[in-house]
């Protein structure tokens, strides 16, 4: 266990952890971060840095309580069709079942999302055979709606091959689109009944400025990156991600959750380390923001921490920008 938590705090100290994906399930916190390992290969915009092969998860009893450690959950070398690079997953419950969502290269260097289940929310997750059919890229984010079906969200550009998926097949050397075009938008799909599957074909999202102009790819302070999160509030779908390259969490609003989106305004600036990548989650009468920094590390980029901080509303259903730092 750690110690007592507090806002802007390093929930756990004894590993790394990033990209926490939290949800509460039985009225206790659980958050399903990656996690950072040390690592003697190259730093580059193709993520090798990013040397994680395993899942642990964690949870609360609540907000001030201290963080258990349920151990590894998930590890690459029980999954049959990946290699390398486990990233940040996230997780869902359906009729007495458990899903772990996850990005990893398969056998090809090519990422893809697979999908483990188990009875308990802390695992063990037994991995399916075959990653999601269909399935590219990374950040898988899942959605269940209020009628029960559930959505899932994914993509991320540079590592996360994004921009390599535009004609619908993997290309090796594509780029992504001129800075006055269209920015390449997160990819959502239905889930099957069973979770295991898609439903339905990826789609791209579109979100629009407010004025209903798609966003453009040189807009980096506002267009999609990657570490895309969806939650409902008052009856509105909120769209949140990371903008990438100027390392900012923001977020749009919409009517459907398949979009569009009208971009709204940033959630999180920027902290220290080069990635962001957050999590929004209601417990009990109040509304959370995880994320992580790499403060833990001082300042080593791949070695990350998760933090949270309490998030609230507007009386217009838009969100306060937080100071990651309130401290100084």
Known sequence: MSEITKPHQPIVTHIFTADPSAHVFEDRIYIYPSHDLDHDGPVNDNGDQYKMEDYHVLSMADMN???????????????????SQMWAPDAAYRKG???????????DGIFRIGVATSSSPTGPFKPEEQYIQGSFSIDPAVFVD????????????????????????????????????PAIGPKV????????????????????DQEGNPLTAGDEDRRYFEGPWMHKYNGKYYLSYSTGTTH?????????????????????????????????VQFREKWYLFYHDCSLSGGVDYKRCVKFAELTYNPDGTI?????????
């Open 65 to 83: 309580s201290p963080v258990t450690d349920h151990g590894e959950a998930l590890h690459v070398k029980d999954v049959p069709w990946a290699s």
């Open 97 to 107: 079942i458990y899903y772990l969502f996850f990005p990893a290269r398969d056998h």
């Open 146 to 181: 209020d009628d029960e079906q559930a959505y899932m969200f994914f993509g991320g550009l540079w590592g996360g091959q994004l921009e390599k998926w535009q004609t619908g097949s993997y290309v090796e050397l594509a780029e992504g689109p001129a800075p006055d075009a």
């Open 189 to 208: 799909t239905k889930l099957s009944e069973d979770m295991l599957s898609m439903a339905s074909e990826p789609l791209e999202i579109s979100i629009v």
């Open 248 to 280: 900012k969490l923001v977020y749009a609003i919409g009517d459907n959750p398949m979009g569009p989106f009208t971009f709204q305004g940033t959630i999180l600036p920027p902290v220290m380390g080069w990635t962001t990548h957050h999590s929004i």
């Open 320 to 328: 306060r920008m937080i100071d990651p730092y309130p401290e100084k």
